[in-house]
């Protein structure tokens, strides 16, 4: 993973030869004229041809609703939330709130805070902090927060920096009817509720007793019937209750927030490093036997929630980020109830690694549902979880719109690591680009967004599938276009050169970040077309 299955395919090259062989493959990409010339669509036809293609205001809006703040859904992209832009109630200097969290969007804590911001339609402004794990922070945040813990929220001029007094002041502060006509919706039992107010407690205390038991089963190895036990109690408490939430028929409250980001967290870590499954996919359930069904009623009604869906991450990123996070996890090799060898089955899936047998990836077209079933799609979105094209279009709209960043940063793949180092292999903010294969990597970024766009063109078709996946005209093109494209750069490049390519690719494809950079549907189709790209340089390889 991260870049390394190129190094392993083909060899390397001295830094001369590399740059000749850049040269050869820029100038044929440069060239208007000559019979040899590969023709890749420019970014702003890409961005017309997206254009064209969206369908909903919210797609439509994108860029202008993170600018102004707005939007019905959030985006982790936002530097500032003020919600819907009819109803403007607060301007930009009148924000209360300044919320400090990490850039990458893995901190669990800030995760609490962001749904708790989102769920009460707090407006917001937010500043975005390195974890000591994957950088430095600046001198500046160590004034507000004298240990660099994350996260911290201005309110009011009072600066909070802990998640828990941070929710409760949020809670307290922001309430239904509030003088200037805002309403916020109340996440606590009233107070006349002494039943409510003492169950939520009792939840409070479960909730740090289930995180104790995860935290030493995952990095210690020791304690899984203890996490079990408990896990059963949690699953009893959200069958018993008259609602899918904790507290029932109250609804969302914040000891759903409290349990959210760690039961997330659980799931995805304990399949992947034990083979212990929680979460299942629905129409799994209609012909298996659901272990968890109090839970997993539970994250179905969570997942239905904006301000859920906004801080949600998938587990391949989890499974990554917790490790350098925790000190380490423990994957089981001598578990009674499953093999390793099905425990490295799964990992492979969720890493989309290729199989030794076939050659197949979960991470290969055509994306299997619900990743073969290990984690459920998300359905739940109203656009992008239920239509592919839908999934494609957001991956295209962020690296359309950002393809200068993301070219370089892709071309670290095939640079030189940095230093100092960070823990998270996901992250080397000080990697140094290897800059002679910009123009190879920006033009494979081009084709793949111009076949993600491909299936909604035309619906024309074809005799001959094409095997980025939909049968019209404009697919067709696009394939023949990243063959052509491929052959070239091994041609011209030679196999050194598209070692590098493929490294650069494959370094993109590892790092995309969910929720970070986009959502989990659009993150499986970029990655995927990631894939296609990288498939027909090696295999135009000698």
């Known amino acids: 993973m991260f870049g390394n299955v190129a190094s392993s395919l083909l060899g390397g090259g001295n830094k001369s030869d590399l740059k000749i062989s850049a040269d050869k493959v820029d100038t044929v990409l440069s060239s208007s004229s000559s019979t040899s010339s590969i023709s890749v669509s420019a970014w ?316 197949t990836s979960s991470w290969d077209l055509p994306l299997q549902p619900d990743n073969d079933g290990l984690e459920p799609d998300w359905t739940f979105l109203t656009v992008t979880g239920n239509d592919e094209a839908a999934a494609r279009r957001e991956a295209v709209e962020r690296i359309s719109f950002n393809h200068e960043a993301i070219v370089k940063f892709a071309c670290r793949g095939a640079g030189s690591k940095g230093f100092p180092n960070f823990g998270a292999p996901l992250s080397d903010p000080n990697a140094v680009p290897n800059e002679i294969y910009r123009n190879s990597v920006d033009a494979c970024l081009k084709v793949v967004c111009s076949a993600m766009l491909a299936s909604q063109q035309s619906k024309k078709d074809t005799t001959k599938k094409g095997e980025g996946g939909d049968d019209n005209d404009e697919q067709q093109q696009c394939t023949m276009l990243m063959d052509s494209l491929a052959k070239m750069i091994v041609t011209e490049g030679g196999p050194n050169f598209a070692n590098g390519v493929i490294e650069s690719l494959s370094y993109l494809r590892d790092r995309i970040g969910v929720p970070r950079d986009m959502r989990l549907p659009a993150a499986r189709q970029l990655r995927a077309y990631l894939n296609w790209s990288i498939r027909f340089i090696r295999d135009a390889s000698p």
């Open 44 to 359: 702003n036809e890409i961005g017309k041809t997206l254009e064209s293609l969206q369908t909903t205001d919210e797609e439509k809006e994108f860029r202008s609703n993170l600018k102004g703040g707005y939007g019905l859904e959030g985006s982790p992209l936002h530097t500032v939330r003020l919600y819907d832009a009819d109803q403007p109630k607060t301007t930009n200097d009148a924000i209360r709130v300044v919320f400090y969290r990490d850039h990458a969007s893995w901190c669990p804590y800030c995760q609490k805070v962001w749904i708790t911001l989102e769920a009460k339609k707090i407006p917001y402004k937010v500043v975005k902090i390195n974890m000591r794990c994957y950088g430095d922070k600046p001198a500046s945040f160590f004034k507000l927060q004298p240990n660099g813990a994350i996260p911290v929220a201005i309110i009011d001029d009072q600066v909070y920096n802990q998640s828990n007094d941070i929710l409760q002041i949020l809670e307290r502060k922001f309430t239904p009817e509030m003088p200037d006509g805002s309403n916020h919706m109340a996440l606590s039992p009233p107070p006349t509720n002494t039943i409510l107010q003492n169950q939520a407690q009792q939840l409070y205390q479960l909730e740090r007793e289930l995180f104790s038991a995860w935290m030493g089963w995952l990095t210690a190895g020791y304690g899984k019937q203890n996490f079990v036990d408990i896990l059963r109690t949690v699953d009893d408490v959200l069958q018993r209750a008259d609602g899918p939430f904790f507290l029932g028929s109250h609804g969302l409250s914040l000891v759903d927030i409290q349990f959210a980001p760690f039961l997330e967290r659980m799931v995805a870590s304990l399949l992947y490093f034990k083979g212990y499954k929680i979460r299942t996919a629905s129409k799994e359930r209609v012909t298996t036997a659901d272990s968890y069904p109090g839970i997993n009623a539970w994250f179905d009604a969570m997942e239905e929630l904006p301000a859920y869906q906004v801080t949600k991450s998938d587990y391949y990123t989890h499974v990554w980020d917790l490790p350098p996070q925790l000190g380490g996890c423990r994957t089981d090799t001598s578990n009674k109830d499953i093999a390793a060898s099905e425990i490295q089955i799964i990992q492979d899936k969720i890493n989309g690694e290729h199989s030794s047998s076939d050659g």
